[in-house]
């Protein structure tokens, strides 16, 4: 069967989450595998006294957690590399310290402890993705100017035909990411249900109730895209994006 390359954007932006429900880390370029990018929501903490299917700490408990900024300190080897976190007073503390167990705790107001999981935190598939022209909507529909960070997407595209949520169309189908032969190959499989973490401005943690409300009723509580792997790969702004048909 041949397949048809249709050129339908570049790649804006790119952004991993080391620890889940932190502030994001833009990146320039991503190794994408089959458990997402390297190095993405490859950490959290959990509310020990929590049984449930979701036991994460979030900013649905705890919005502040958004204001903490954890950077990988060995870029070059991601995989080993030791994790630090950055607090709002400008603390830097390393991930496994007792400090740092004991800020997030106060916050929430009972315990929590951290896990590393190697195939990552993930609410549901890998990767996600927007288009610029869907965020530029969105802020106009909600009144208020939205950033990709709030959706805390991996993948943001700038599309050439500029129509807001163009990702949905591209659905069932894969996006190739440049021209060189390591180019991530992903898999567009659904639209993301979203929840109050939407309603949390990621640079302030203040909560404005009408960025859910509007996306819940006008697009069915739905925007961006989940995708799976289907080739490892890098991925690098700039890039040319790839639709592949059959």
Same mark, same amino acid.
């Given at each position: 069967?041949?397949?048809?390359?249709?050129?339908?954007? /570049?790649?804006?932006?790119?952004?991993?989450?080391?620890?889940?429900?932190? &502030?994001?880390?833009?990146?320039?370029?991503?190794?994408?595998?089959?458990?997402?990018?390297?190095?993405? &929501?490859?950490?959290?903490? *959990? &509310?020990?006294?929590?049984?449930?299917?979701?036991?994460?700490?979030?900013?649905?408990?705890?919005?502040?957690?958004?204001?903490?900024?954890?950077?990988?300190?060995?870029?070059?080897?991601?995989?080993?590399?030791?994790?630090? *976190?950055?607090?709002?007073?400008?603390?830097?503390?390393?991930?496994?310290?007792?400090?740092?167990?004991?800020?997030?705790?106060?916050?929430?107001?009972?315990?929590?402890?951290?896990?590393?999981?190697?195939?990552?935190?993930?609410?549901?598939? /890998?990767?996600?993705?927007?288009?610029? @022209?869907?965020?530029?909507?969105?802020?106009?529909?909600?009144?208020?100017?939205?950033?990709?960070?709030?959706?805390?997407?991996?993948?943001?595209?700038?599309?050439?035909?500029?129509?807001?949520?163009?990702?949905?169309?591209?659905?069932?189908?894969?996006?190739?990411?440049?021209?060189?032969?390591?180019?991530?190959?992903?898999?567009?499989?659904?639209?993301?249900?979203?929840? *109050?973490?939407?309603?949390?401005?990621?640079?302030?943690?203040?909560?404005?109730?009408?960025?859910?409300?509007?996306? @819940?009723?006008?697009?069915?509580?739905?925007?961006?895209?989940?995708?799976?792997?289907?080739?490892?790969?890098?991925?690098?702004?700039?890039?040319?994006?790839?639709? /592949?048909?059959?």
């Amino acid at each position: 069967m041949i397949e048809e390359f249709i050129e339908v954007g /570049v790649v804006k932006e790119l952004y991993r989450f080391p620890v889940k429900s932190m &502030r994001g880390e833009a990146l320039t370029e991503a190794f994408g595998y089959w458990h997402g990018f390297q190095g993405d &929501r490859r950490y959290a903490f *959990v &509310r020990s006294e929590n049984r449930s299917g979701f036991p994460w700490l979030t900013g649905r408990e705890t919005p502040q957690i958004l204001q903490f900024t954890p950077r990988y300190t060995d870029p070059s080897d991601i995989e080993n590399s030791p994790v630090e *976190v950055e607090l709002p007073d400008g603390r830097i503390l390393p991930i496994d310290s007792t400090e740092l167990n004991q800020e997030l705790a106060n916050a929430y107001g009972k315990p929590v402890n951290l896990i590393k999981i190697g195939r990552g935190a993930f609410d549901s598939q /890998v990767i996600s993705i927007m288009s610029t @022209a869907t965020v530029s909507e969105l802020s106009t529909m909600i009144g208020t100017a939205v950033t990709p960070l709030r959706f805390r997407q991996n993948i943001i595209i700038d599309p050439f035909d500029d129509q807001p949520f163009v990702e949905e169309r591209w659905l069932d189908s894969s996006l190739v990411f440049g021209s060189e032969a390591d180019g991530l190959r992903i898999r567009l499989n659904r639209r993301i249900q979203r929840c *109050v973490m939407i309603n949390i401005d990621p640079e302030t943690s203040e909560k404005e109730t009408a960025v859910l409300k509007t996306v @819940a009723q006008a697009r069915d509580n739905c925007a961006g895209v989940h995708s799976s792997t289907e080739r490892p790969g890098m991925i690098r702004i700039g890039d040319v994006v790839k639709l /592949v048909r059959m």
